[in-house]
């Protein structure tokens, strides 16, 4: 599993264009820059629609008071899912990207996937916050059981930005 003080893996994720689908680097989006990344199970799910992206949302001004450049969500699923998520739950609109793992590519490379077949989620993300440096993630908080959303909220890593 990734820790504090290793570089994000190389991996390429995709978001919605003015033109469908676009490839982005996540070394690109991360290089010179500091980076809030927060990672949830799925799309549409009820803690991550009602408790973490909400989160995120409420918080952005302080994050960018803090010298973060830019808020990610990133989640295994299909960019037009995320693209469309973003759009119900106001996240784009707040400014916040809306990135796709689609192939679960980055999620496996930092050691972060589970599978939980009894609910239905298979190739998911661990529920995670993290800010990132330059492409090297500085904290790193993840949560220790399911449907819980407090050290990953952007509350709780604002807290632990101090």
Request: hydrophobic share 45%; charged share 20%.
């Amino acid at each position: 599993m990734i820790s504090v003080g290793e570089k994000l893996p190389k991996a390429t994720l995709v978001q919605m264009g003015a033109h469908g689908p676009e490839p982005i680097s996540i070394a690109d989006k991360t290089k010179g820059r500091t980076v809030a990344i927060f990672a949830v199970p799925g799309a549409y799910t009820p803690t991550c629609s009602a408790a973490h992206v909400p989160s995120f949302i409420r918080t952005k001004d302080q994050f960018i008071a803090k010298g973060v450049d830019e808020i990610i969500c990133i989640s295994v699923n299909d960019p037009f899912v995320m693209a469309a998520w973003g759009k119900e739950t106001g996240a784009s609109q707040a400014g916040i990207t809306m990135l796709a793992d689609a192939d679960c590519s980055l999620t496996e490379a930092m050691g972060m996937r589970f599978d939980a077949a009894a609910a239905g989620l298979l190739a998911r993300s661990i529920r995670y916050a993290m800010l990132v440096e330059n492409g090297e993630v500085k904290i790193l908080q993840m949560e220790q059981g399911p449907g819980v959303c407090e050290l990953t909220a952007g509350e709780g890593l604002l807290e632990a930005m101090v």
